[in-house]
Nanobody, 126 residues
Framework: QVQLAESGGGLVEAGDSLRLSCAAS????????MGWFRQAPGLEREFVAA???????YYADSVKGRFTISRDNAKNTMYLQMNSLKPEDTAVYYC????????????????????WGQGTQVTVSS
């Protein structure tokens, strides 16, 4: 079992920055990849970014160049640095873990992740 806890969300203005954290506990030795997804009210959950081990990263086109995903395996913590935030970034952000050695296409799909956090709200005003 793995438990995930997101933090760092808040209400900011367009152009501001936020740094989200995801702390993992439990059977963390089995975690291969971690990812961030987001979901706005009434909309589908969408992929944001993922990291395999600590070096291979993937980003949605909508956030590439603005967001940076990183991972500290010693601390069992994943981060999402969000810069140049836009109103369309407003959503609940979830962290998740994926087993195995999935490739870029697989890690962009929510069904490939086995554990999820409860989410943290990010609101960007215009």
């Amino acid at each position: 079992q793995v438990q995930l806890a997101e933090s760092g969300g808040g209400l900011v203005e367009a152009g501001d920055s936020l740094r989200l954290s995801c702390a993992a506990s439990g059977r963390t030795f089995a975690i291969v990849s971690m990812g961030w997804f987001r979901q706005a009210p009434g909309l589908e959950r969408e992929f944001v970014a993922a990291i395999k081990w600590s070096t291979i990263t993937y980003y949605a086109d909508s956030v590439k160049g603005r967001f940076t995903i990183s991972r500290d395996n010693a601390k069992n913590t994943m981060y999402l640095q969000m810069n140049s935030l836009k109103p369309e970034d407003t959503a609940v952000y979830y962290c998740a873990t994926a087993p195995g050695y999935s490739d870029s296409a697989a890690l962009r799909k929510s069904e490939m992740y086995n554990y999820w956090g409860q989410g943290t709200q990010v609101t960007v005003s215009s």
